[in-house]
């Protein structure tokens, strides 16, 4: 077990060695970091935007319950929302969601395109197979993830906004209120700090599984089960270690 | 010239090469023959360095290849080409940005060059109108072909081809042997094929290995195939009422 680890980080640290090298072509790198931006990015408007606004609903409904005494300003009900949603629901939750997302894609399509033989033949026309096609995935991520979650976050504000409107247990004014009130840049600058380290976690985890994929379909089935659930692993380790850094 | 000396490669218990030594000539065909399942693809592998040999030397032209770093080995690889069993094309990719992959990444030659080599590629393999197809839409002997056209889009010094001509019926196979024949007598490229088809052997083989329980069994070229008495090559050999008739 502990053996397995290690051996795991190792070649791991080894393969992201691999994957930092200076890449063949300067043209074809961000030729391919535009594609992978559509790939990974583009693609995941959709479900991160339906997502954020019912949570952030859920968010001010909960919040709006939990406050019985009038001593409490209504305003608190905003404050907490934006709260929740800035520090951990967009950068944690949101990116579990993209490790799912995202990381299958990864590691099947590396996986795939190694048990088809594809990385070799990569390899065998002179190409660091690694360079070409790890690194353009991270740089995408790392890219495209921080501007996922700003958008979540807004949609999650959104979304709360709305319910509390519509549900008349806040009104819009008080809402906004606390939505400005005690307002930390800082709060934002930690959530994007880790948003990209997760984006990193997501896209190098997936694709290192999806990279050393041995046998046939069934393997590469198993290296993206593996791919999610060693980066949700590690984002949850990595947010604790992170929130202590930043926030202490 | 490439050179295997004293190779050896297991995996776990199952020693699939024993001190197989052989050498192969520039422009000449070299074939690798041998039952499925004999090594001939796993030979072909350790030669390119995609499986580590767990003792022995390869050389290319004298460069000690199988002591090489990955970056020594890449610039050695951009000389070779190779055609894998499976064709391994890139199905992301159209036929012709599968040929053309190679030019972009190391030549800096226009667009309208690099389609025009590709084109050139293609037609050598009787490939026309596919450019824009992907590898899903091919079949399985199509697949095969536009591979090989990618393996000798850059013009390979090193070629390797793992069994060019399977999945093709006979004429096509016919082709694609006098293709790889040609072309490594024409630019005096150093070809190895590993194959089981005795067509080929009879065709193309300018030089012949044949593997055998993981050992190098015995060696020759496409006439003294035919005259030998090794008791483990006729078998091979005279598989086929065909090749008996031959004789
Ligand atoms: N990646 C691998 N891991 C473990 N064993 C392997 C691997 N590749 C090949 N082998 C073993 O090596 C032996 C030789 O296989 P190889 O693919 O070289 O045969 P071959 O001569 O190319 O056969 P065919 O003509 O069917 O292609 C087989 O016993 C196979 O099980
Ligand atoms: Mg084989």
């Known amino acids: 077990m502990i053996k397995g680890f290690l051996f795991h980080i190792g070649r791991y640290i080894l393969l992201m060695r691999q994957v930092f090298k200076k890449p063949e072509k300067q043209s074809i790198f961000i030729r391919q970091i535009m594609?992978?931006?559509?790939?990974?990015?583009?693609?995941?408007?959709?479900?991160?935007?339906?997502?954020?606004?019912?949570?952030?609903?859920?968010?001010?409904?909960?919040?709006?319950?939990?406050?019985?005494?009038?001593?409490?300003?209504?305003?608190?009900?905003?404050?907490?929302?934006?709260?929740?949603?800035?520090?951990?629901?967009?950068?944690?939750?949101?990116?579990?969601?993209?490790?799912?997302?995202?990381?299958?894609?990864?590691?099947?399509?590396?996986?795939?395109?190694?048990?088809?033989?594809?990385?070799?033949?990569?390899?065998?026309?002179?190409?660091?197979?690694?360079?070409?096609?790890?690194?353009?995935k991270i740089v995408a991520a790392v890219i495209v993830n921080p501007i996922l979650i700003l958008m979540s976050m807004i949609m999650a504000i959104l979304g709360g906004w709305m319910a509390g409107i519509f549900t008349g247990l806040v009104a819009s004014s008080e809402y906004v209120y606390g939505i400005k009130a005690f307002f930390e840049s800082y709060d934002i600058v930690y959530a994007m700090i880790k948003t990209v380290v997760f984006?990193?976690?997501?896209?190098?985890?997936?694709?290192?599984?999806?990279?050393?994929?041995?046998?046939?379909?069934?393997?590469?089935?198993?290296?993206?089960?593996?791919?999610?659930?060693h980066s949700s692993i590690a984002i949850i380790v990595f947010n604790l270690i992170l929130t202590n850094l930043l926030l202490s | 010239m490439i050179e295997a000396i004293n190779v050896s490669k297991s995996f776990g218990d199952n020693l699939v090469l024993d001190n197989v030594s052989v050498r192969f000539d520039p422009g000449m065909c070299n074939l690798i023959i041998g039952q499925s399942g004999s090594g001939k693809t796993v030979l072909m592998k350790c030669l390119v360095g995609l499986f580590e040999i767990d003792s022995g030397k390869v050389l290319y032209d004298e460069r000690v290849f199988s002591k090489m770093s990955f970056d020594e080995m890449r610039m050695i690889r951009q000389e070779i080409g190779m055609l894998f069993q499976g064709g391994a094309l890139f199905d992301s990719m159209t036929v012709e940005e599968n040929v053309i992959f190679p030019l972009t990444m190391f030549t800096g030659q226009t667009m309208a060059e690099k389609v025009e080599r590709a084109n050139f590629c293609l037609s050598r393999v009787r490939l026309e109108n596919v450019n824009k197809l992907f590898p899903a839409e091919l079949s399985g002997g199509m697949k095969k072909r536009v591979a090989i056209a990618r393996a000798i889009a850059l013009n390979p010094k090193y070629l390797f081809c793992d069994e060019p001509n399977s999945g093709l019926d006979p004429l096509t196979a016919n082709v694609i042997d006098k293709l790889i024949s040609e072309i490594t007598q024409e630019y005096n490229?150093?070809?190895?094929?590993?194959?089981?088809?005795?067509?080929?052997?009879?065709?193309?083989?300018?030089?012949?290995?044949?593997?055998?329980?993981?050992?190098?069994?015995?060696?020759?070229?496409?006439?003294?195939?035919?005259?030998?008495?090794?008791?483990?090559?006729?078998?091979?050999?005279?598989?086929?009422?065909?090749?008996?008739?031959?004789?």
């Open chain 1, 199 to 229: 984006a990193f976690l997501i896209v190098s985890i997936s694709g290192y599984h999806g990279f050393y994929t041995k046998g046939g379909a069934f393997e590469v089935g198993t290296s993206s089960t593996k791919g999610v659930v």
């Open chain 2, 189 to 247: 490229i150093t070809t190895v094929v590993n194959t089981h088809d005795m067509n080929s052997v009879i065709e193309i083989g300018d030089k012949i290995s044949y593997i055998h329980q993981g050992k190098l069994w015995w060696e020759g070229d496409k006439d003294s195939i035919l005259k030998s008495d090794n008791a483990e090559l006729n078998e091979f050999v005279f598989a086929t009422e065909l090749t008996r008739k031959l004789k």
């Open chain 1, 35 to 136: 594609v992978e931006v559509d790939n990974l990015g583009v693609d995941s408007v959709g479900i991160v935007a339906f997502l954020s606004t019912f949570m952030g609903a859920v968010l001010c409904i909960q919040t709006a319950f939990n406050i019985d005494t009038p001593l409490i300003p209504l305003y608190t009900i905003g404050f907490v929302t934006r709260q929740s949603v800035v520090l951990e629901f967009s950068p944690t939750i949101i990116s579990l969601i993209l490790a799912g997302k995202v990381g299958s894609r990864v590691a099947s399509e590396l996986g795939t395109m190694r048990v088809t033989e594809q990385i070799d033949a990569i390899e065998i026309i002179g190409i660091n197979p690694a360079t070409y096609l790890i690194f353009p």
